[in-house]
């Protein structure tokens, strides 16, 4: 196998913008919560959401649309995104998988990435990028915020 260096660089971009949302995020929670279990708690609830809501675990045409709002608001979707364009966009390697209706199928490895997530598009990368990074501010700026006016102490 022979990747373009391209595809490398992509990669590491969308990993290196996950962690940067996930650190923000964290530190974003433990600047709101009063105690460290609180942020512990609060902080795996709602990176649990990120994960289940981001396309993998739930396709997005099958979440129920009164939560479909989940899936949008999750940084792990745009990541997830980015990375299946990024990488498979132009790889035809032959994938084989069982389609109950017809039987056995063999498509390019392309075609099956957006047989099984048909809304994500390579032409979204500039939003999820953009995205991932309106999130990092917006985490690095609610941390900001929160170590400026949030007071746990009880005087």
């Not at 899936?71 to 990541?79: G, R």
Request: glycine share 6%; charged share 10%; no cysteine.
């Amino acid at each position: 196998l022979q990747a373009p260096p391209g595809h490398f660089f992509e990669y590491y971009l969308y990993v290196l913008l996950w962690v940067a949302v996930m650190t923000f995020y964290g530190q974003f929670v433990v600047a709101l919560m009063p105690t460290r279990v609180a942020a512990m708690a609060v902080g795996a609830g709602i990176v649990q959401l990120f994960n289940l809501f981001a396309g993998f675990i739930a396709p997005p045409q099958d979440i129920n649309p009164q939560i479909q709002f989940f899936h949008w608001a999750s940084p792990m979707h745009y990541v997830f995104e980015g990375l299946l364009t990024s990488q498979f966009h132009d790889d035809h390697t032959d994938v084989t998988f069982v389609n109950p209706a017809v039987g056995t199928v063999t498509i390019g490895m392309n075609e099956f990435v957006k047989l099984q997530f048909p809304d994500f598009d390579r032409e979204h990368q500039p939003y999820d990028l953009g995205l991932l990074v309106a999130f990092m501010l917006f985490f690095r700026f609610g941390t900001f915020m929160a170590l400026q006016f949030v007071n746990h102490l009880k005087r």
